[in-house]
Structures are given as C-alpha cells and as structure tokens.
C-alpha cells in the first residue's frame, strides 16, 4: 500500500496542534495527503476565543498559504475538538467524545515544553494528559495506529540512548496522585530529590508518559516518536518556516539584535537538531510502519517500538561554528530591530564570560533603560536579559553535552518510500543540506515570521548596521587606548618611572 493510498480516508485526531509540530503536521497532511477522511484536532479555548476560533486562526496563518492555494477543499474536513490537556479526560465533552469514536489515527503531540515549568503542571500536562488520552483510545474501535510524540531527552542521565523504553525513575501512577494531591510549593520543593536524573520536570514527565504507552502496548497499537531538538523547516513548506525562540534561532536573534555577546561552554559540543519538516515526514511515516510494517513481537521482546527522530551526527555542526556561521549570515543580512553590531562568541572560561555579561550585555542595557525613561518607551533591555539568563541557565546542560541517540529504526522508514514518493514523504535528502543556506534561510525566516520583518534586508537596516560598525570600532579602539595608557601608568608608578 503506497503512503497516500494508506492515510485515504482516515480519520486523525490530533493533541497539540496548536504547537510547532502540531502545525506543521496538520499543514502536511493539508497538502500532500489532503484525501483523509476526517481530522480532528484538540484545542482549548483561550483569551476570549473560542477552539473553533482559535483554529481558524491558526488555518488562516501564513504557514498555510501554499496548503490553501493546493488543496482548499482540505480544509473543510478539520474539526475542532475543544478541550484542554490540563483536565481530566482532556476536557472533551461527551458530544465531542462520540465524534472521535471512529478515529483511525492518534498523533498526540501535545506538551508542556517549557523547562522552568512547576512540576505539577507538567505532570497534568505531560504524562495525566498521556494516560486519559489511552482511556479515551481504548474505547476506538477503529484505532490502527496511536503515536506519542516524546523526547530523545526522555533519559539525560545515559549518554548513548537506543530506540528502545528505558526502567522507569518512579512510578507514573505514584506520580499523578502526589501532583493531584499536594500543592506547588510542596512539589516542587520535593522534585530534586524525586527526580534526581532529571534537570527539568519536563524531561521527568515526558519520561513517566513514555511508561504509560509501555504499559498499553498489548492494548492499543502504540508507538513512541522521539524528536531531538525541534528547529526551522528546510524545504515545506517554505524554507526557513519557525514559530517560536527555542533553540539556536532564538540564540542568534538574540546575537543578530545586538542584545546577547557571550556564552559559555563547550564551542567543540555537537547539538542534535532536526528540522521541523524531517520531523513531520518522519511522523507520517511511523503510523505507516506501524500498522503497514508491524514488528512482530518475538523480534522486540514484546515492547512497544520506539524511534529516534535525530540528525546523529549525519550533517552536524558543533555550537562554535553554528555561531560563527550565524554571525556571517546575520552581518549579510541584518536584523531591522539591530540595536548594535552582530557580535560575541562562547567561551569555556566562566570569569571571562561573566566579565563579558556585565560589561557589554548588563551595562549597555542599564544604560539604555535609563535614557528610554526620558521618552514615550517603556524600558526592556534589562528584562530581556533576565530571559536570556534564565533560559541560559535552562539550557546549559543540552549546551554542554553531546548524546549519541542511535537511529537505526527510524532511518530504516526511507525504505518505506517508493520512489515516485521520495520528493513528498523521503527525509534522507535532508541530510545533505547546506548548512549555510540552511542557517541563511532560518535567519530570513526568523525575521518574517518571529520578528515581523521583511526576509531580506532593507538598505536602512544595511546602513544602520555599517554606522553601528563604525561606532563600535571607535569605540574598541579609544577602550583599548586608554587601558593599555593606565596599564602603562600603573607600570611605571611600579617601577619608580618618571
């Protein structure tokens, strides 16, 4: 059975399409298998709107203008389904609830991805959400293919993870009742010692998830999909597509603004990302393999089948050059909102980095807080800094580590792909993509899209930056002047120089 011809007329349910991947999933399915049956996708109301507001919000958006020009008639077969992942039963009506009982697929991507989150709203969202989602899937008679979205970054104590379920680090059961039962402060006070491995409660509870869909693998037809670190798109829908700060785009429209210079930790560290389309054709393929390509249960000792969306060193860059490169891309096409010049890089020294924070990030933005308070603008440099401390701080341990996560199950799905199919649904391709148009393209797409600005540069921006570039070496040069001058005095006072 070809790919198109196995997602014709399924009916899909989706958690978290609201989400980078959530969207970038509906939009592929919009535009290269837009012959589904139905799709239903799980949105909580929010700010005054309503799911079905907040969807159409979300269809009308600019990631779906290719979708909408290729395939309109997609769009009439979504449904949204209101409810909320923070609830018991997800918050679905009974109404809703009998919409979904003829669901073929289940891609739950939905999480709480924040780092810094209190562990009990990770618990409700991450792994309560998990386990009232299976309840809900047990009772779908047509169900061929559940797919949970984790993370590689399930089990950060183990440096080489398999595609495999690793033993639990408490009780998911346990778990869910201390969350239910005791209050912020309590459990978040207890979470350093509960989940010592875990540096975040989002690694903790995406991990405890993980044990829930081990433990439904003789239930319902299970899989878990574990993504690495999510970044823009290469090729779909348009390069460069990216919704959010997370990961190095963030980090370089931070340098690219003028607003973050230093870094510290390991330049030589190999991060793993993934674009989000590898991801989301990555995914497509999974409810493929599962219910096509079922493993039999004697070949994997009868456990649920797991597989590691990660790039594996297969086209890799380490965070040095990632900046190095970014910095070049960024100086040929500036930033609108560039408040000083594209510069900086990661040091191993913590003295020199701290030196650095306080004399070119901290200072300048005190001072240019100060003079904003004497116009119509209210100051921000300074609260920007504290978000990039404490997402720093967030980070440092996916900055400074390099994993192996091994990916043999999930390379094994280009196989999967007839080739009148490889340009739509083959990944392998991906892999030996340019790394600077890539970055190029992330750049012009964090500038349209996260920014509000246009993709290139417009001749203001280029002048801007070049005064900015005049300014700054005035600046470095007379700085050097006059401490290599008081280093001199200072000697000579030593020496009895007259």
């Known amino acids: 059975m070809s790919i198109e011809n196995f997602y014709r007329n399924q009916e899909i349910f989706i958690t978290g399409g609201s989400g980078f991947i959530g969207k970038a999933l509906i939009e592929k399915l919009l535009r290269s298998l837009p012959n589904f049956g139905k799709m239903y996708v799980l949105i909580r109301s929010k700010k005054g709107k309503s799911a079905a507001e907040r969807l159409e919000e979300t269809l009308n958006s600019t990631l779906f203008r ?16 209101e ?9 679905i009506s009974a109404e809703n609830l009998q919409k979904l009982q003829n669901v073929n697929l289940i891609f739950h991507v939905a999480a709480c991805v924040r780092f ?62 201390l969350a239910e039962t005791y209050d912020d402060e309590i459990l978040d006070t207890l979470f350093p010692k509960y989940a010592e491995s875990h540096p975040n409660t989002y690694t903790f509870t995406k991990s405890l998830a993980e044990q829930i869909i081990r433990e439904y693998r003789t239930k319902l037809p299970v899989a878990i999909f574990r993504p690495s670190i999510v970044i823009s798109s290469i090729e779909e829908p348009f390069p460069g597509w990216v919704d959010n700060f997370n990961g190095p785009i963030g980090m370089l429209v931070a340098c690219g603004v003028g607003i973050m210079r230093t870094n510290n930790g390991n330049p030589d560290c190999i991060p793993d990302f993934i674009p989000v389309d590898f991801c989301v054709r990555t995914l497509l393929l999974t409810a493929y393999k599962v219910v096509t390509q079922p493993t039999p249960s004697d070949q994997i000792a009868g456990d649920v089948e797991v597989f590691h969306c990660s790039n594996s060193k297969m086209n890799s860059i380490s965070t040095g050059e990632l900046i190095e490169m970014g910095k070049k891309v960024i100086l040929e096409n500036p930033f609108e909102k560039c408040i000083w010049v594209p510069q900086g890089n990661i040091t191993r020294c913590d003295v020199w980095h701290y030196t650095r924070v306080f004399c070119v990030q901290i200072l300048p933005a005190l001072l240019f807080d100060f003079l904003l308070r004497f116009t119509k603008y209210p100051p921000f440099l300074m609260k920007l800094q504290r978000r990039i401390h404490c997402t ?24 999967l792909v007839e080739d009148k199919d490889k ?4 990944f392998l391709h991906y892999v030996e993509a340019d790394k600077e148009v890539f970055l190029a393209n992330g750049i012009k797409g964090a500038k349209e899209f996260l920014l509000k600005e246009r993709p290139v540069a417009s001749p203001q921006a280029r002048l801007r930056l070049r005064i900015y570039m005049i300014l700054h070496n005035i600046l470095k040069y007379v700085g050097l002047y006059y401490l290599l001058r008081y280093i001199y005095r200072v000697l000579c006072v030593y020496f009895n120089v007259q």
């Not at 720093?392 to 196989?415: P, Q």
């Open 66 to 81: 290719r979708a909408r020009e290729e395939q309109p008639d997609a769009f009439k077969r979504i449904i949204p389904i």
């Open 83 to 91: 409810g909320d992942c923070n609830e018991l039963g997800l918050g």
């Open 116 to 177: 810094d989150d209190t562990l009990k709203n990770s618990i409700f969202l991450n792994t309560r959400s998990t386990y009232e989602l299976v309840k809900i899937a047990e009772r779908m008679k047509n169900l061929k293919a559940f797919i949970h979205v984790s993370t590689t970054y399930a089990h950060p104590d183990r440096i080489t993870i398999e595609e495999m379920v690793y033993p639990p680090y408490a009780d998911w059961r346990t778990t869910i009742k």
């Open 392 to 415: 720093k701080n967030s980070l440092e341990l996916f900055i400074n580590t390099e994993w192996n996560f091994i990916n043999t199950r999930l390379m094994a799905l280009e196989d």
């Open 423 to 426: 340009k739509r649904f083959g």
